[in-house]
């Protein structure tokens, strides 16, 4: 973030009386955390502030600093203005009432009388003079306040703090800073710069937690690729500010409702994995919600429980049906830059960064055909970087019949595998190794088998990458393909092609549920533009 545009920045708040802040549908800790911390700041400077989200704060987010100023709906924008021309006549009093739906404008002459011809109409001019944007990659992102209030944000000057790769600079000025860990961190440097100018303390021990939240849990505790020395660096000076780091771990990670336990057995006990795509993932149906007495944005985290937990894969997903919105949601995460799920993703209409990213579905597709699209579309993937060609006719048949979600019934495929005349028996024997592990990362470094390409340093993309010769390491995680989507077996069968084309229809907003923040891992080794 040069400091050109931080100065832009301050010089539009500067000349700016009344700012609207806003931030992604869903808002999470990142983009909430961002709206406060400016709200508090730019209250301090004497500025009218409106901080306004679509949704209901989650409720392991009403320990943030002030969240109380937070409005769910945008009170209009506009006023309409009623104006009575006091020329001829003087005016002694106005007061109003009441009557059923009708405001009745009582106003009282001096002396003389007020004709129709007095009074006019207008329409106000806009109420905000700065728009305020956080943690949202474009507008549609910031949901039906932007729907509905579209024309707001053609008449307003646009300032757009984010750390979104895919952001579309749709600010006046855009502090977009893809390596930042989160948005809190890129406001932090914001908000200096602001002292700075003014002269003023403005980073309280309120502001200090805030801006910590926001990067605490985008990194997920310091735990995803995206932590940073910077990152680091501006959490110990927020820490040095008072952050309260302790108030934020607690409430975020400690304290857990006994139906979001239930809920995350249960998606625990599902968990499928396929070695030889590097994948894993589960499934959380309505039914499972429902079983554990949740609300569907009681997942979150789950995901990148699986990340941490599940060694050597390189494709996390997590297919959700929430049936309250009527969508499924599909939430991945990658754990290098080799694999670019913010490109999947893309291509299924969502988006994200390259190591985490979603879609949902909204067309009323069924749950498994959702499942099995996308397991396919990863394989694909995966076969195509990974080389995975040595057997490949073999290869994706054998890949393409695990996904099923749960219900036997359910899944898509044409045969059973145990219908499916097995392949050449020794193939099989071969593949069955192969497929029970996953190679860990650093496996994969090491030079052990022939030559293999460094897969670290790959630019993410779907460059080819050289086969790498499946090596068995550990043993990932226990098979446990319960249900009928056994994981990778040996003998599966190609999956009938089905329609990709989903509408995802709205890019991944930021994460919302399951995917607490899309952003982790943006940046790695190398730097990686996560756009
Ligand atoms: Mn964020």
């Not at 502030?49 to 600093?65: G, H, I, R, S």
């Not at 579209?150 to 750390?163: A, K, M, Q, R, V």
């Not at 961190?185 to 805030?210: P, R």
């Not at 979001?260 to 993932?281: A, C, E, F, N």
Request: charged share 30%; proline share 9%.
């Amino acid at each position: 973030m040069d400091n050109n545009t931080i100065n832009q920045a301050i010089n539009l708040i500067d000349k700016s009386r009344n700012i609207l802040l806003l931030t992604h549908a869903k808002a999470d800790c990142d983009g909430l955390g961002a709206i406060l911390a400016t709200y508090l700041a730019l209250k301090e400077l004497g500025k009218d502030v409106t901080a306004v989200t679509n949704d209901p704060t989650p409720e392991n987010l009403e320990f943030l600093p002030s969240i109380s100023i937070v409005k769910n709906s945008l009170a209009s924008a506009k006023d309409f203005i009623i104006s009575l021309d006091t020329t001829k006549t003087p005016l002694s009093k106005i007061k109003y009432n009441l009557e059923g739906n009708r405001v009745n404008i009582i106003v009282t002459p001096k002396n003389g009388t007020f004709s129709k011809e007095d009074v006019t109409f207008a329409q106000g001019t806009n109420k905000f003079d700065l728009i305020i944007s956080m943690d949202a990659g474009n507008l549609e992102h910031l949901g039906p306040i932007y729907d509905q209030n579209s024309e707001l944000f053609f008449e307003t000057p646009i300032i757009n703090i984010d750390h979104h790769a895919s952001n579309t600079d749709f600010g006046q000025v855009n502090m977009v800073d893809v390596v930042a860990a989160s948005t809190t961190e890129v406001l932090y440097h914001v908000l200096i710069a602001m002292e700075k100018k003014y002269d003023k303390k403005l980073i309280t021990e309120d502001i200090a937690t805030l801006l910590l939240a926001g990067i605490i849990t985008d990194t997920g505790s310091f735990q995803h690729a995206n932590t940073s020395p910077k990152s680091m660096e501006v959490s110990a000076k927020l820490l040095d500010m008072g952050a309260r780091q302790q108030e934020i771990i607690k409430n975020i990670y400690k304290t857990k409702k006994l139906s979001t336990l239930k809920l995350w057995g249960i998606v625990l006990s599902k968990v499928q994995v396929d070695p030889m795509h590097r994948m894993v993932w589960s499934t959380i149906s309505k039914d499972d919600i429902q079983e554990a007495d949740a609300e569907p944005d009681e997942s979150e985290g789950i995901i990148d429980d699986l990340l941490s937990n599940a060694p050597g894969a390189e494709v996390i997903m997590l297919i959700k049906e929430n049936k309250k919105e009527n969508y499924i949601s599909v939430s991945m995460r990658s754990t290098t830059n080799a694999v670019d799920v913010g490109k999947i993703c893309a291509e299924m209409g969502g988006g994200g960064h390259v190591r985490a990213a979603g879609y949902k579905v909204r067309d009323g597709k069924a749950f498994d055909q959702v499942v099995s699209e996308i397991l396919q579309k990863v394989r694909e993937y995966q076969v195509k970087r990974l080389n995975i060609h040595t057997e490949d006719v073999e290869t994706r048949n054998l890949a393409s019949k695990d996904e099923g979600p749960k219900k036997p019934e359910e899944a898509p495929k044409p045969e059973k595998p145990e219908d499916k005349p097995a392949t050449s028996g020794d193939k099989q024997s071969e593949k069955k190794s192969t497929y029970l592990e996953f190679k860990s990362p650093e496996e994969n470094r090491k030079p052990k088998r022939k030559k293999r390409p460094p897969r670290k340093k790959k630019p993410r993309q779907e460059q080819p990458q050289p086969k790498q010769p499946e090596k068995p390491v550990e043993p990932l995680v226990p098979e446990e393909p319960k249900q009928e989507a056994p994981a990778p077996k040996p003998e599966e069968k190609p999956q009938p092609e089905q329609p990709s084309g989903q509408q995802p229809e709205t890019p991944p907003p930021p994460p919302t549920e399951e995917a607490p923040s899309e952003q982790p891992p943006t940046r790695t080794p190398p730097p990686p533009e996560q756009m």
